[in-house]
């Protein structure tokens, strides 16, 4: 099995930034893409930014050009780097991540527990 622990959230006032960090741990074989979903009070779960082992990444429009998505292989750790933040992206963050557990031999989606993001204006 694996788990997927999550970091970082928090409160900030418009036009600041924060970083989410999740780390994936337990019987590890490989992990294939990770990534960040968010969940708006009242709205579906929508993408944010994924990433696939190789560092290629993708960005939803409103993500793009104010948040970086980044992943240590070694540490089984993805990152959210997000600046110039404003009152839309308060949300629930989900990390996410695709894992073949030592037992294998398939990829199973995991997901976080959830971080709080909340943006004043």
């Known amino acids: 099995q694996a788990q997927l622990v999550e970091s970082g959230g928090g409160l900030v006032q418009a036009g600041g930034s924060l970083r989410l960090s999740c780390a994936a741990s337990?019987?590890?074989?490989?992990?294939?893409?990770m990534g960040w979903y968010r969940q708006a009070p009242g709205k579906q779960l929508e993408l944010v930014a994924t990433?696939?082992?190789?560092?290629?990444?993708n960005y939803a429009d409103s993500a793009k050009g104010r948040f970086t998505i980044t992943r240590d292989n070694a540490k089984n750790t993805v990152y959210l780097q997000m600046n110039s933040l404003n009152p839309e992206d308060t949300a629930v963050y989900y990390c996410?991540?695709?894992?073949?557990?030592?037992?294998?031999?398939?990829?199973?989606?995991?997901w976080g527990q959830g971080t709080q993001v909340t943006v004043s204006p």
């Open positions: 996410y991540a695709r894992i073949m557990t030592s037992g294998g031999p398939f990829y199973s989606d995991y």
């Open positions: 337990g019987s590890i074989f490989s992990v294939n893409d």
């Open positions: 990433i696939t082992k190789r560092d290629n990444t």
